[in-house]
């Protein structure tokens, strides 16, 4: 089943902090994998993509297929960065030779001043 | 504003009743998507579209579920006989991407349509 895992529903770290929003991935076969951020009043938003591999506001994230895992992470968190997070995973549909973009439950990150 | 356009935003019915959203993709998007959120969740998906064809629907949506995209453009998606249980943000999505192109697969996501069954 594909499915994706975010445990933590909750982050808070002071500004200027380190700081590691975690997801975990099922999917046999190789993943196209996203963050996607909602800012307070905001639609929901492509943060950034695997294989784009680029910092987007700091931020980075990299795909280990050993541990099927694809966090999130930013050596210095600000308080623009409070939002709610969510890893999406977009598995290729063979049969239709589409894709459907599949979320985790998200993780809210406040950044404490 | 070019981005995805969804209405109406909010909805209150009461329960048994039939509601339609419409869904205005971001123009020459190939692909439509719906899904939808409940508190504390992320987005679950329902349904997309290549084109004006509906590629996969999500077991999550039942028979009083129907989404159409009669043209390739616009999409409704219509809640037949709603449930207490259909209370959520419906979101749509598009995105540019053809058939199995996979560079064009970023989600640009509209604000979303509040549903709530009374």
């Known amino acids: 089943a594909q499915r994706v895992t975010q445990p933590e529903k909750l982050l808070s770290v002071f500004k200027g902090a380190p700081v590691e929003l975690k997801c975990n991935y099922s999917?046999?076969?190789?993943?196209?994998l996203f963050w996607y951020v909602q800012y307070s009043r905001q639609r929901l938003q492509l943060l950034l993509r695997?294989?784009s591999r680029e910092s987007i506001k700091g931020f980075t994230a990299d795909l280990n297929k050993g541990e099927t895992s694809f966090h999130l992470k930013k050596p210095f968190a600000q308080e623009e960065d409070s939002a709610m997070y969510y890893c999406?995973?977009?598995?290729?549909?063979?049969?239709?030779?589409?894709?459907?973009?599949?979320f985790g439950a998200g993780t809210r990150l406040f950044v404490k001043a | 504003d070019t981005g995805v356009s969804q209405n109406p935003r909010h909805k209150i019915t009461k329960r048994g009743q039939n509601v339609t959203f419409r869904c205005d993709p971001i123009s020459e998007h190939n692909r439509l998507y719906w899904y939808r959120q409940t508190l504390g969740q992320g987005p679950e998906f329902l349904t997309y579209f290549q084109n004006e064809a509906q590629l996969e629907k999500s077991r999550l949506l039942s028979d009083r579920f129907s989404a159409e995209r009669p043209k390739g453009s616009f999409s409704t998606l219509e809640i037949q006989r709603t449930e207490q249980g259909d209370s959520a943000m419906y979101l749509c999505?598009?995105?540019?991407?053809?058939?199995?192109?996979?560079?064009?697969?970023?989600?640009?996501f509209g604000e979303g349509s509040w549903l709530t069954v009374v």
């Open positions: 999406a995973l977009s598995p290729y549909s063979g049969n239709t030779g589409g894709f459907k973009t599949i």
């Open positions: 999505a598009s995105t540019p991407g053809g058939m199995g192109d996979i560079s064009g697969n970023t989600i640009y």
């Open positions: 695997h294989i």
């Open positions: 999917y046999s076969g190789s993943p196209e």
